[in-house]
Every structure is written in structure tokens, then in C-alpha cells.
């Protein structure tokens, strides 16, 4: 089969077109153990639906406020992945869009699962150690849309079925959402803030032990 045959499907024509899915230029090495590209790449939002596996609000959402905290790390338009630490909550949509446009990895210790950082994301250039929080200005995430995914979610957790109408109405929700954010300047909808002397910590799983540290003392 021929896969170059395959339409987009996936992807709709007002996404391809919105000014806020121009792609972001990249920059890694040549090989597993090669030295940097001589010329960066692009990296678009269909990139990340295509491996993600559908265009989803929450990927958006991240797409567009990891785009607005890389351009604050990266003046100079390209985007070094060997150069980037990450945070992001436990989601799918989170997690893949993140690594995907950053290049951190929980394995290389550069992205770190933090349910504490909400509805946004955490990044940290590492060479420089400027860091940012970027997140979806207040208001900008429709309560309605909130209430019914939540309902959604409440109701599968019972192990009660959800209707079909209910599932389109989200959907609908959900892509009407994705065309404002891809619509207007991410100046109106992402916040970013600027983290001074920002301490990545990978993880808090290892530790030194606390139990021992008083053995030497006298009785």
C-alpha cells in the first residue's frame, strides 16, 4: 500500500491553514552519535497529531503555550532540543507534546511528572538556566467544556456508558476551542511567566537515607 495515497484525514483543513500551527524549527544531532545538524528542521502540529494519534485540545493547548515559552528561551527562532528540560503533568496529550517539542525524556532525566504543575508546563533552557511557566490565561479554557468533560469522566469512572451524543457534543467543544487558539495571537490566550533561579529535579523517587544520619552522634 501506498501511504504517500493516504489523505490527511486527520488533520482539517482550517488547522493547516491557522496561523497558530506554523511549524517551529528544531535543532538536533545527525545520529546517535553524531554532532549537531547543520540546519535545523521544521516540526508542525500535524507532526504531533500524526504520532500522538488525533488532534485533541489538550495537545493544542500545549502546542501552542510550549511554542510561546520556546520562543522566550530561544530568541533566535531555532529551537535546540539537546538543550531543554521539561515539566508537565500525568496526561497523554501533556506528556507527548512536550517531549515531542522539546526532546525531553523521563530516561535522559531531563522531563520530570509533576501533577502540581497543572493545567501548563515548565521549561528550562539548560545551558542558561532561564526558565518559564507557560499556561492558558484564566478564562480562556470554556467552563461548560470543563463541566462536561469532567461529567464525562465522573460518569466512565462509574462504569456507566456515555451516549454518542454526549461524545460528539465534547468533540465539538474541543475543536471549537482549538480553532480559537490556533485563530487569534497567543498573546491573548498563554501566559508566560518568567521563573528566576528555576531548580529542575528530575524526579523525587531517590534520595539519601534519613534514618542514618544521627549515627555517629554521642548518647
Known amino acids: 500500500m501506498q501511504t504517500d495515497a493516504i489523505p ?4 482539517p483543513h482550517w488547522a493547516a491553514v491557522a496561523p497558530g500551527s506554523a511549524p517551529i524549527l528544531v535543532r538536533d544531532t545527525d545520529s546517535a552519535l553524531g554532532r549537531y545538524s547543520l540546519r535545523p528542521k521544521a516540526l508542525g502540529l500535524k507532526d504531533l497529531a500524526r504520532v500522538h494519534g488525533h488532534l485533541c485540545d489538550g495537545m493544542v ?17 531555532i529551537v535546540d532540543r539537546t538543550d531543554l528540560r521539561a515539566v508537565s503533568k500525568n496526561g497523554p496529550c501533556w506528556v507527548d507534546v512536550v517531549s515531542l ?15 502540581t504543575v497543572g493545567d501548563g508546563f515548565i521549561l528550562q533552557r539548560i545551558s542558561t538556566g532561564q526558565a518559564c511557566d507557560v ?12 463541566a ?16 454518542a451524543a454526549i461524545i460528539d457534543q465534547a468533540e465539538a467543544m474541543a475543536n471549537a476551542l482549538n ?32 534514618d542514618i544520619i544521627n549515627k555517629d552522634m554521642q548518647r
Open 61 to 77: 493547548i500545549g502546542y501552542v503555550a510550549i511554542k510561546a515559552g520556546l520562543e522566550t528561551l530561544f530568541p533566535d527562532g
Open 135 to 146: 499556561r492558558l490565561k484564566p478564562g480562556v479554557f470554556p467552563p461548560d467544556q470543563a
Open 8 to 11: 490527511d484525514w486527520f488533520y
Open 179 to 210: 480553532e480559537r487558539l490556533l485563530t487569534i495571537p497567543p498573546a491573548q490566550t498563554i501566559e508566560v511567566t518568567a521563573l528566576a533561579s528555576y531548580r529542575f529535579v528530575a524526579n523525587d523517587l531517590f534520595g539519601a537515607r534519613g
Open 148 to 163: 462536561l468533560e469532567a461529567g464525562i469522566r465522573a460518569t466512565r469512572a462509574g462504569g456507566e456508558p456515555v451516549s
Open 101 to 115: 517539542m522539546t526532546g525531553a525524556r523521563i530516561n535522559s532525566q531531563t522531563l520530570r511528572i509533576d501533577n
